[in-house]
């Protein structure tokens, strides 16, 4: 009989318990661990997992159609959008009956489900930590519009650029994109993104005003004119009834759901990138990574 060398069977024995340790962990993982398992909107999201399942359902029809039947949103399936030169198909209707939206929207597949994830496991734990209630109602300026990307310049429609000059279209013509303006809280006060967000961490509004929305990327001037300057004790309630007290927790508020969207959807845009948006945020699924 054959000698084995030592390290060959070192190595075998390697092999076999990596295989082996591999098979187990894929039999017995939950669904939400195991990276083919399709997305489930219910299942709690998994770190890394779930953004490797989010980045599928964006190139897989099937893979999202399944994780939207998960997500118990009522929409309908609308075959063919037109608004001007931008024309759709398979974009899907979120109904008004989805109630914390408000009207009903046009939106992709991605889109939809990103959302659901995000109401799910963003922002209503932030808002019974931060308000101590759910939200009722994300107020926002739609989804669909068939518009190239803002960036300051003259806004343009698609057919009034000179010949052979390249137009790079916004997510929203593709209804692949939301801005987000505010939140509805149960009591029936607003949580507003122009008013509530601050640029400073909001822990430090207590012991000093942040010093307002002289930010790199906009214009030193761009505040407008709706909002407060500074969050201090001496802050009068808000139209909204809400106290000084409640405008620490605003901002905490906002400050979680922002940074908890950009583990949801692949573009996250907000006052922190620059004068355009500094009263909504921005969340898209399209090719571009960002989060500012
Ligand atoms: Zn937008």
Request: charged share 20%; hydrophobic share 45%; with cysteine.
């Amino acid at each position: 009989m054959p000698r084995i060398a030592p390290e060959i069977a070192v190595l075998g024995a390697v092999l076999v318990a990596v295989i082996g340790v591999t098979v187990f962990a894929f039999v017995s993982l939950p669904d939400r661990y195991d990276p083919f398992a399709p997305l489930d909107v219910r299942a709690e999201p998994a770190p890394v997992v779930t953004r490797l399942k989010l980045a599928q359902i964006r190139r897989d029809r099937t893979a999202c159609e399944a994780a939207l039947a998960s997500s118990g949103l009522k929409i309908q399936r609308v075959a063919h959008l037109q608004q001007q030169g931008c024309a759709l198909t398979d974009v899907v209707h979120v109904a008004p009956e989805n109630r914390v939206f408000g009207q009903g929207f046009h939106a992709t597949c991605p889109l939809a489900v990103g959302l659901a994830l995000y109401m799910r496991y963003v922002v209503q734990p932030a808002a019974r930590r931060h308000l101590g209630q759910e939200i009722v109602q994300v107020q926002h300026l739609g989804t669909f519009a068939c518009r190239p990307i803002r960036n300051g310049k003259a806004p343009r429609a698609p057919q009034e650029a000179e010949a052979g000059e390249p137009v790079q279209m916004s997510e929203h013509a593709a209804a692949n994109a939301i801005d987000i303006v505010g939140f509805r809280a149960r009591d029936g006060r607003v949580i507003s993104i122009g008013k509530h967000w601050r640029k400073d961490k909001p822990l430090q509004l207590a012991s000093a005003a942040p010093t307002a929305e002289t930010g790199k990327a906009g214009p030193t001037n761009a505040r407008p004119k709706n909002s407060s300057p500074t969050a201090t004790a001496k802050t009068p309630p808000t139209a909204a009834g809400l106290l000084p007290l409640d405008d620490a927790a605003a901002a905490a508020f906002l400050r979680e759901v922002r940074d908890g969207a950009c583990g949801i959807f692949h573009a996250v845009l907000g006052p922190d990138y620059n004068a355009l948006h500094r009263s909504h945020f921005h969340f898209d699924m399209g090719r571009y990574r960002q989060c500012r």
